[in-house]
């Protein structure tokens, strides 16, 4: 089941791929990773869903990773007493904390948190950003604004709230015991969503207990200033740019994308591209020609994965759409500039000995005859750093430990595989990669590989060989010391 590209694809399950079927056919047309949406659908029903897809990786042999996405706090308006009510430019209009119906001139909002954060001159934004206000005085249960933007606004529409970094913490009650019971299943990553600062994503950490990966979705004006510091604090980096493009002026978000993605490729973090990348497939067959254009962006500038969302999960194309994406991938990696771009943006700050070790493995792939860099890693470190450099050549990652092979699925470039422990001899290590390498089509047996690993093993941050061996056993039996 090898891939033949290095991009990786995040598709999310829902109404429309539930089945086994359809899930194992979303894999074989691309999918790497499976993303469980908390936001839509029962416990029960994502356990369904996670089971199979367990069942699919049991059958195809292959490490799969799932990422569950917390929903995230909801601030939403109150009830109107019409149901709904329009609102014109120029208009005055007070959003408050009294329960009563609203009216053409006020609706409740029940969150005292935006109203402790609050500052005349502060923007409010509803349903998505189609209805804007300027608030012209605030207090602690209420503000009167200014309509700038007017529209319809009804019942419990969602409320934006872009120029204030808000008093509340990332996750709310349902996301704590959605979180627990993601963790309980045994998902690979957690998606952190209304991300402000990096004490959102150690909180999200501290309840994880190691049993996942934390993924921050970077989503809010306030996530994008504190980027350097949030990027630190997370295992991996979501560009959610349907947020992003409602609290930001939407020409902003190509330029924050660009940033986003490379800061997290220079810290070894995967980065996955997210949200309207083949919109118009929920409802078509084919993608647009400026949708095609948006995905092929993305694995230009770098990206370890770009994702689907309602286009796999409500859609109805959802295999045609991971179709779609992994036919894009494929022709972009292909491309002659792709390298040119990819080598033109690395940007590296080598200081330690794993440093120096994954970049002179990729150099000398890149200049000699090598077929694949394999690496050895329990952490995923190792393998993190090799997919750092972009090689031109393939990435195995072997790894006896399954957790680490399932989270690597999400990183730009890696085969995993799973492999026995190796106590104490390199050579076994070098055999070991050899044989994968042939096993899953990567070289033959007069092939060469780059072979990295740590000594002693199995000691997290250890990377200090790197080989130069042949793919055929007796020689290196022959040539290996002990």
Not at 113 to 140: H, M, Q, T, Y
Request: hydrophobic residues 45%; glycine residues 6%; aromatic residues 4%.
């Amino acid at each position: 089941m090898r891939r033949l590209r290095n991009v990786k694809i995040v598709a999310t399950l829902g109404p429309a791929s539930s089945d086994y079927d359809t899930i194992r056919a979303l894999f074989d047309a691309g999918a790497d990773v499976f993303r469980l949406n908390m936001s839509h659908g029962s416990h029960a029903e994502q356990k369904a869903r996670h089971d199979i897809i367990r069942r699919v990786e049991a059958d195809t042999g292959r490490p799969i990773a799932i990422l569950a996405d917390l929903q995230g706090p909801k601030l939403r308006v109150g009830v109107f007493a019409k149901g709904s009510e329009d609102l014109a430019e120029g208009q005055k209009f007070r959003f408050d904390l009294d329960p009563a119906e609203g009216d053409a001139t006020r609706v409740c909002l029940p969150h005292k948190e935006i109203f402790a954060a609050l500052e005349p001159g502060a923007s409010l934004l509803v349903n998505d950003g189609k209805i804007r206000l300027r608030v012209d005085a605030c207090g602690a249960d209420f503000a009167e604004c200014t309509v700038t933007i007017g529209g319809t606004i009804s019942n419990r529409k969602g409320v934006n709230v872009p120029d204030v970094v808000l008093p509340l913490a990332a996750l709310s009650d349902k996301d704590k015991a959605d979180l627990e019971f993601a963790c309980g299943l045994g998902v690979d990553w957690l998606a952190l969503s209304f991300v402000q600062r990096p004490e959102d994503v150690e909180e999200a950490r501290g309840l994880a207990r190691g049993r996942a990966a934390i993924l921050s979705k970077i989503e809010k004006p306030a996530a994008v200033k504190a980027y350097p510091a949030i990027l630190a604090a997370s295992d991996g980096i979501m560009v959610a740019r349907g947020d992003l493009g409602v609290e930001l002026p939407v020409h902003s978000v190509p330029p924050i994308q660009k940033r986003l993605v490379r800061g997290a490729r220079a810290a070894a973090k995967p980065v996955i591209v997210a949200t309207q990348m083949l919109e118009s497939m929920i409802e078509s067959p084919m993608p647009t020609r400026a949708e095609v254009s948006d995905v092929a962006t993305a694995i230009y500038e770098g990206a370890d994965a770009v994702m689907l969302s309602a286009e796999s999960a409500a859609g109805q194309y959802p295999v045609e759409a991971v179709a779609t994406m992994d036919s894009v991938a494929k022709s972009v990696e292909a491309d002659p500039t792709y390298r040119e771009v990819i080598e033109a943006s690395r940007r590296v700050d080598r200081k330690t000995v794993a440093d120096g070790i994954v970049a002179a493995a990729r150099e000398i792939a890149e200049a000699t005859n090598i077929h694949a860099i394999c690496c050895f890693s329990q952490s995923g470190m190792t393998a993190s750093l090799v997919a750092r450099e972009r090689p031109n050549v393939p990435i195995l990652a072997l790894t006896p430990i399954q957790s680490t092979a399932r989270r690597l699925c999400l990183t730009w470039g890696i085969h995993c595989v799973l492999t026995a422990d190796i106590i104490d001899r390199f050579k076994m290590a070098v055999v070991n990669a050899a044989r994968a390498a042939r096993e899953y089509g990567f070289a033959t047996e007069k092939d060469q590989i780059v072979v990295t690993a740590g000594v002693p093993f199995n000691v997290k941050g250890t990377t200090n060989i790197l080989r130069v061996a042949p793919c055929d056993e007796r020689l290196i039996y022959r040539t290996d010391p002990e």
